[in-house]
């Protein structure tokens, strides 16, 4: 089968083994992964508090926490913060106190082994256009919903991170001039009208207006609007909760309109649309398709992106990194043996010759 231009080569199992390390605000999840996508193993760790020491010593710990029938050759960290284009720095980290961090070189030094660290949204893309539900399309916009909004733009499979390798920040695209105030310092960004705050948010509102629509909500909480979580209305919309399937199509309605913009900017090939929120399936993605839909440029003459819901769930950022880490593992493998010296002429073992 001949290659798209751009296209990467197929994966063999004579590529490494690599593993992948997702850093966020609250835990830091690990895998060893394999050439073709798939988790051989997995680990979990409390991420430790904000010192940057201690979140080193963590990926020390998960690395060596694997066991040594793995043949590990690189190490991929997706970072929930600002990296810069060479990969190497975290320039900027909400959760971690991270600014102008050398992530790479520190780790690598401590591991000996190729470390490469990405934004956490773009590993995550990386990996679902790669194995997951992006599979097969050149262009693919990836949309991860979580406490806001983060993303990245795939072509052919190689992502696209801007000239300070800070892009997919779609969250701080202004949908509402002068609407609610972002933790960024702007109005009116999206990711305050479709993500997992904006819909924590709102459902607690309504369960501390006492409003008899959210009765169910109330009880889940015992009356404490501060214990009401994303999860957990969610999980009533899933059981038929009538307030919590509104919202949710709110927030979808949101996500449509700010995608149909996406769409009219990049002309994807899909949408894949991860992250915790997306764990609300066809409650969030139904009315996502359908205020799409009425809102993209040129509808009704031209072909409508598919939107998926991602394929690889939580563990898209670490199996994306350690796919990236395993294009350092081959270079770092070619470049020893370029400078592997050349035996002495003397040394080698000559081939008989054989007349005839």
Known sequence: MSQRPGQRTRPTRWDP?????????????????????R???????????????????????????????????????????F???????????????????PLRDKVAQRL???????NDANAAGHAESRFGAGAGHRIVLCI????????ALVIDQRVFRGSNGMAGEFGHIQVVSGGLRCPCGN??????????????????????????????????????????????????????DALAVQLLGEIGTWLGVGLAGMAAA????????????SAAGELLLGPTRSAFSRHLVGRGHRQEPL???????????????????????RRSRRIRRRSRPREPFSLRVRRPFVDG
């Open 307 to 329: 939107i998926l819901q991602a394929a690889l769930g939580s563990d898209a950022s670490f199996v994306g990194a350690a796919d990236m880490a395993r294009s350092a593992a």
């Open 39 to 81: 988790v051989l193993e997995r680990e979990r760790r409390v991420t430790p508090g904000h010192d940057p020491v201690a979140v080193e010593d963590t990926i020390v710990d998960l690395v060596s926490s694997f066991p040594s029938k793995y043949d590990v050759a690189a190490v991929g960290i997706g970072a929930a913060g």
């Open 83 to 101: 990296v810069d284009a060479s990969r190497s720095r975290v320039m900027f980290a909400p959760h971690l106190n991270w600014r102008d961090e």
């Open 266 to 277: 990049f002309d994807p090939d899909c949408i894949v649309v991860g992250g915790g929120v």
């Open 144 to 151: 991860t919903l979580g406490t806001g909004i983060g993303g």
């Open 17 to 37: 083994l690599t593993i992948g390390i997702d850093i966020g605000g609250t835990k830091v999840l690990a895998g060893v992964v394999d050439p073709f996508g």
């Open 112 to 118: 000996r082994l190729p470390v490469v660290v990405d």
């Open 187 to 240: 109005r009116g960004c999206w990711e305050q009208y479709a993500s997992g705050n904006a819909l924590v948010r709102d459902a607690r509102e309504l369960v501390e207006a006492d409003s008899p629509m959210a009765h169910r909500l109330r009880h889940i909480v015992q009356g404490d609007a501060s214990r009401l979580t994303g999860p957990q209305v969610t999980r009533a919309a899933v059981d038929g």
